[in-house]
């Protein structure tokens, strides 16, 4: 296998203490969206008071270390929200009553995923797709400014967090088989996590899969999605779906979205001499404008042009009438310009 199951502080097994349960919702997270974690005791009764922690990787323990989130010491509701969440993160609770106060063990950490790129840390996957073929070999690798690595997965049929044991450098490497359908992302020996995606394994040998891009689609940009085989890749007269929506049927064999826009979210499949693929989740993200400096730049060098012509004007014209009216244009251009 490739892959061990690792427990975050296994010792605590040997103890009697209560382990509460720790719920996330979302998990999957929309950037800059709430999030409500809920800690639940098994034996639930009033003078329970609830702690609050942030997992953050340790890569030389081969574990985790909590950090106490703001106002999360002492809390007497079960439930803590976290506003403005961006990235992928874990977190963590306990429970404690009493005087001197007995405290629970900590929760098993649970993690709210983020497909969003923008951050420290970043995961590839090559083929660059959702859906694979059982045997296929596949390379997940983390990139960012940090030396250290590891890749963790959670399979959700077996609730199970697992390390990657593959790892060659900053690459995880795996043979795929069912057992990889799952979440993965990086976590970086300084505490940062990666964005996260979903790998889907195709059970069905003689199946089609879905080619499908991993990370979220820009709104505005092209994408083509795509049916094959284990044994041909270029498949003509497939059905597309979207949603369970039949969308496209002709002899393509693929389907081309030009400018992709926030409804065409959602689950795709593909069905090929009556075959379906799985489905695979397309999300899309918005325009991001901070990313286009170029664009500001251009504006800018055309906006300080186009004053330095005005100047140039104002000093050819030699009229009173006409010096007051350059000399209210040039104010409030440079106004929009420098303001905007």
Known sequence: ???????????????????????????????????????????????????????????????????????????????????????????????????????????????????????????????????????????????????????????????????????????????????????YWCESGSGEFSSAVNITVQNDGNGPILVSPVHPVTEGASVSLSCSLRTQKILSNVFFYHNDKLIQNDTRGELKISAVSKSDEGFYKCQYSGRESAQSWMSVKGADSSSSPVWLMVGLVCGVSLIIILLLLLYRCRQSKCKSLFSVIIIHISLGIFQG
């Open 1 to 183: 296998m490739d892959w061990h199951v690792f427990d975050h502080h296994s010792k605590n097994f040997l103890t009697d203490k209560p382990r509460p349960v720790l719920t996330v919702s979302p998990s999957w997270l929309s950037p800059g969206a709430s999030v409500t974690l809920n800690c639940e005791v098994e034996h639930p009764s009033a003078g329970w008071s609830f702690y609050w922690y942030k997992a953050v990787p340790d890569l030389s323990e081969k574990s985790s270390s909590y950090e106490l989130l703001p106002d999360g010491s002492g809390t007497a509701q079960d439930s803590y929200i976290i506003h403005g969440q961006t990235h992928t993160a874990g977190y963590v609770c306990r429970a404690g009553r009493g005087d001197p106060e007995y405290h629970t063990d900590h929760s098993q950490p649970k993690f709210v995923w983020s497909a969003d790129v923008h951050s420290a840390a970043s995961l590839t996957v090559s083929p660059d797709r959702v859906q694979h073929f059982t045997s296929d070999s596949v390379s997940l690798t983390c990139e960012g400014n940090f030396t250290e690595w590891r890749v963790r997965k959670f399979s959700e049929d077996g609730r199970l967090y697992s390390d990657c044991r593959r790892m060659t450098g900053s690459t995880c490497n795996i043979n795929t088989s069912k057992s990889d359908t799952a979440v």
